[in-house]
């Protein structure tokens, strides 16, 4: 049985950055496709979806080589002779990469102008999540938590990749652009919101067998994220209540209150996507 001593933290790492890139391209996409206004912060989309793609295309193959090495025991010969070089890609995982390597590629060439064709790929991205982990290796009913991991992550992407875009807000367009971008970001979450709370206990259900063990080193895992995601629902609600309405009432200090909110729910995110890759390290009856 695995423990929290045995993990692998360079995996935990490569993981944690295949989250930040692929929110910060899929993401960025989704948002700008989805909410009026964004255009606006055109500019910071496009630093942060270019961020995502590079960091991808430098991460899976950092996540493909450590694979080959473990097989390998450490040998690169062993590792990397013919009949062992392309082995990575016959596992659900690196099937998944490739599927993110094509999306991250099809992004960067698309152009500024193909929107469609990029939203197709952030598509492909977030649900290739659904070909590797937990939910691809379940049985039976094997497309319910895939369905779920999909709705799940796409909520997921699209709430996290708008952070930097809402934060870039409060610095380049005028007060009240920003106040009705954050206002339209803030109708849409709320229905994000929901959606992702009820496709997350339900997945949570599904893949734990409808049980919870508090001793289960996943649940642990899982504890910590649900304790950090009440934090950055905190924080978002913090925003919604008191910072948005300020921006029409006191603009420098609304800005200003916002800019630093935003930048804790950023922090906040990155530590939910390390505890997510430490809680999918373990399998869900792990104990």
């Not at 045995?6 to 929110?23: K, M």
């Not at 989805?34 to 899976?60: H, M, P």
């Not at 999540?129 to 992550?153: K, M, N, R, Y």
Request: net charge neutral; proline share 4%; aromatic share 10%.
């Amino acid at each position: 049985v695995m423990t929290f001593a045995e993990l692998d933290f360079a995996s935990i790492l490569l993981r944690s950055a295949v989250y930040v890139a692929t929110i910060a391209a899929a993401g960025g996409v989704l948002f700008y496709a989805t909410v009026r206004g964004a255009a606006e912060v055109g500019g910071a989309i496009r630093r942060q979806v270019w961020f995502g793609v590079l960091l991808l295309l430098v991460v899976e193959p950092l996540r493909y080589l450590q694979f080959q090495l473990a097989i390998g025991g450490g040998d690169w010969e062993v590792a990397f002779d013919p009949s062992m070089r392309w082995l990575a890609f016959e596992t659900p995982i690196g099937q998944a990469a490739l599927v993110r390597i094509a999306a991250a590629l099809t992004i960067l060439v698309a152009g500024l102008r193909l929107w469609p064709v990029r939203l197709v790929a952030a598509a492909a991205m977030v649900a290739s999540f659904a070909l590797e982990g937990h939910t691809a290796s379940q049985e039976g009913d094997g497309w319910l938590p895939a369905a779920l991991i999909v709705v799940h992550l796409a909520v997921v992407h699209w709430w996290l990749g708008a952070l930097y875009p809402l934060r870039a807000a409060t610095l380049v367009v005028g007060d009240s652009n920003i106040r009705d971008l954050v206002e339209r970001f803030g109708k849409f979450a709320l229905v994000g919101v929901a959606a992702l709370t009820v496709a997350g206990a339900a997945l949570i259900a599904v893949l734990a067998g409808w049980q919870f063990d508090p001793t289960r080193n996943h649940e642990l895992a899982l504890g910590a994220k649900l304790v950090i995601f009440a934090v950055i629902l905190a924080t978002a609600a913090i925003n919604k209540l008191r910072w948005t309405p300020m921006l029409a009432t006191l603009p420098d200090a609304g800005r200003a209150g916002l800019r630093a909110s935003l930048n804790r729910e950023i922090a906040f995110c990155l530590l939910i996507l390390i505890a997510t890759a430490v809680m999918t390290s373990f399998p869900p009856g792990s104990a």
